[in-house]
């Protein structure tokens, strides 16, 4: 798929069907998610955790609707892979751009592939105060989870490509 294409047709997803995704698509996911720049080539500074655990994923869910005070909330909107990216704490505010782009990469190529994907960010910041999370997923010592993606495959897939102005962001030129 041509790369603007794909960068069009994203959106996030915030319904998912109850189908696994394949490893292979999985695999081809991560492979994107390695390739994103990296401050400094730091990689080792990175860690990725993909969580397919029904279990896991519904004792998580509890426990941000338990610290968000609403029994409703579904923080993964029914995906069934949830990919955390980590970093370690010490790297500051590079770690957030870091994952940032890994999350990125993957979105990209979830689209491509045809899957949705939601970037999540919030989940991980109410759970933030919850140490027993980040033990949870056997993070490497000194590790941080800072922000997340869910894959699955769309329950109404979108394929039409949208048109977003130019002028949606300011942008000023110094020649």
Known sequence: METLKTMRIRHSCRDYTDTQITE?????????????????AFYENMHLTVIQDPAFLDKWTGEFRQAAGDPNANPLYGGKTFVVVSSKADTGE???ANAACMVENMSLMATDLGLGHVYIYG???????????????????GFRPISGIV????KNPRTQEREVPLDRVAIDYIR
Not at 151 to 154: F, I, K, Q, R
């Open 24 to 40: 292979e698509q999985l695999q081809t996911i991560l492979t994107a998610a390695v390739y994103a720049p990296i401050g400094r």
């Open 94 to 96: 590079i770690a957030y």
């Open 151 to 154: 894959l699955g495959y769309e």
């Open 123 to 141: 989940m991980l910041r109410v759970l933030e105060n919850h140490p027993e999370f980040a033990k949870s997923l056997g993070l490497p010592e």
